[in-house]
């Protein structure tokens, strides 16, 4: 595909602001938003911006200088609301460089630029395969009425008369599985962990059937790739969604534009989701297709995060996503947010985290809602760690420095005379100390911090400090 190719495709309607080499081929649509992006490109890429940099106080000619450095062959703007129009100063660096660039109108999304760019690569992948495959016009005609890895198997599963599917990944991705199955890789960009199930080995297979599956395979891989780079598209985006949200360093206007372009609707009601398990990755992945079209699930570090439309109340989809996992006997533990519009998704994603943790401790999994959160702890999670720590220690900076030069217990000590709700005895029996050894150890606790262990509100303070330092 060229550039001249994706500029004059008619249901994105893109509008062309400098032409330059048109007919340069495309090696990729990518997404962008980065200082000096061309670090993460390889050159004959059509590079896609909504302008997020321009935030972090990048300009537009440092900006379109690297592209042009990288050797891009074109770059689009998507236009944020509430702009109404590409600002100048880039379309001027674009014709100052002869570097081609385009506006992409507010109501496409730049992932359908990215699916028309894999659908027209899909198209060329299939034309040398299509001269070669004559004798099996019926999955060609199959694919054209409707495309997917289904329709292939439906079309081979009926030339073979019996069942067959698709596994990868440890599951079954289409078909109806044969029983007995017999296993065959699949070739193809990666494919590793797939391969098609058939009623019977190849060599048992007459030569029909045989010429029947070879000449399906390409087909099926083919499908595979294109469904995968779509889906990794958009895991990208997802991510980028996510960073953008927990980090608040993009502002609300990007937040809902990217989730418009995901299908999501910027004013919600959306409730963040985050599950933990053993295993994030796969949970990723079937997290996602329980929420479908209503939601967007990631892998962050050891957690899976997501995105969900509230169709009913946050409760409801707690249960639901944990009985989910849980019906197959895996343990996981869930935490959902409350539920709002683009602003309101960082607490969200704060009180879901929370949630989550405070499942963790039951070994059969869990689930909590932000509703059932009734620690004010919960406000720590959403400070800064450095101001965390910094707040912690400048009240108990002097028994911490008690503690390191002389080798005492204070702060320990400290710990659990709170957990133990001021018990002294109680508090005693878990140090393994005589009571007045405690009340003499709080008793310098009191003169280091300048607090009464006997007010309430000093004995809420330095817990918090507590809780600071360890969250911190």
């Not at 409707?146 to 329709?151: A, C, D, N, P, S």
């Not at 009623?199 to 070879?214: G, I, K």
């Not at 899976?304 to 533990?333: K, N």
């Not at 029996?429 to 150890?441: A, D, F």
């Given at each position: 595909m060229r550039v001249d190719d994706l500029l004059r495709t008619p249901e994105l309607a893109l509008e062309v602001r400098v032409r330059g080499q048109v007919d340069r081929p495309i090696r990729w649509v990518h997404t962008i938003e980065v200082r000096a992006p061309g670090r993460f490109l390889r050159g004959g890429e059509v590079v896609l911006t909504a302008g997020v940099w321009r935030s972090a106080g990048i300009t537009a000619e440092a900006f379109v200088d690297d592209l042009v450095e990288a050797d891009v062959a074109a770059v689009g703007f998507g236009i944020v609301p509430p702009e109404t129009a590409v600002p100048e100063d880039f379309i001027d660096a674009a014709r100052e460089r002869g570097l081609t660039c385009f506006v992409v109108p507010v109501d496409v999304a730049f992932l359908q630029i990215v699916e028309a760019f894999v659908n027209t690569k899909r198209a060329e992948w299939e034309r040398p395969l299509r001269r070669h495959l004559g004798q099996h016009d019926a999955i060609v005609a199959a694919l054209r009425v409707?495309?997917?890895?289904?329709?292939v198997l439906r079309t081979l599963a009926g030339q073979l008369g019996q069942p067959v599917a698709v596994r990868g990944g440890g599951g079954l991705i289409e078909g109806e599985e044969p029983h007995p199955s017999h296993?065959?890789?699949l070739v193809g960009e990666g494919l590793a962990d797939a391969e098609l199930l058939l009623?019977?080995?190849?060599?048992?297979?007459?030569?029909?059937?045989?010429?029947?599956?070879?000449q399906a395979m390409p087909f099926i891989a083919m499908e595979i790739e294109r469904v995968r780079a779509v889906r990794a598209t958009e895991v990208r985006y997802c991510w980028e969604l996510f960073e953008w949200v927990h980090s608040a360093t993009v502002d609300t206007a990007a937040v809902r534009t990217r989730l418009h372009s995901?299908?999501?609707p910027p004013d919600g009601p959306l409730a963040a989701v985050v599950l933990r398990s053993r295993d994030p990755a796969a949970h990723s992945v079937r997290l996602g297709e329980l929420l479908a079209t209503d939601g967007i699930a990631v892998q962050r570090g050891?957690?899976?995060?997501?995105?969900?439309?509230?169709?009913?109340?946050?409760?409801?989809?707690?249960?639901?996503?944990?009985?989910?996992?849980?019906?197959?006997?895996?343990?996981?533990?869930?935490?959902?947010?409350?539920?709002?519009?683009a602003g309101e998704l960082r607490v969200s994603l704060l009180q879901a985290a929370h949630a989550a943790e405070a499942t963790s401790s039951r070994a059969d999994g869990g689930w909590m809602t932000h509703d059932q959160l009734s620690s004010p702890a919960l406000l720590l999670s959403v400070q800064d760690p450095e101001l965390l720590t910094a707040t912690a220690r400048a009240l108990l900076g002097p028994v911490l420095d008690h503690d390191e030069s002389r080798g005492g217990d204070l702060l320990p000590s400290l710990a659990v005379f709170l957990d133990a709700g001021g018990r002294w005895q109680e508090a005693?029996?878990?140090?393994?100390?005589?009571?007045?050894?405690?009340?003499?150890?709080?008793s310098r606790v009191e003169e280091l911090t300048g607090r009464s262990l006997s007010r309430t509100s000093d004995r809420v303070d330095l817990y918090l400090a507590l809780r600071g330092l360890h969250q911190g």
């Open positions: 409707q495309r997917g890895v289904e329709t296993p065959l890789p009623p019977r080995p190849m060599d048992e297979l007459d030569v029909e059937q045989h010429a029947a599956v070879v995901l299908g999501l050891r957690e899976v995060a997501a995105f969900a439309h509230v169709r009913g109340t946050e409760t409801e989809l707690a249960r639901r996503v944990h009985d989910a996992f849980a019906e197959s006997g895996e343990v996981v533990h869930v935490g959902v947010g409350k539920p709002g519009g005693a029996q878990r140090l393994h100390v005589h009571i007045n050894t405690l009340r003499h150890r709080m």
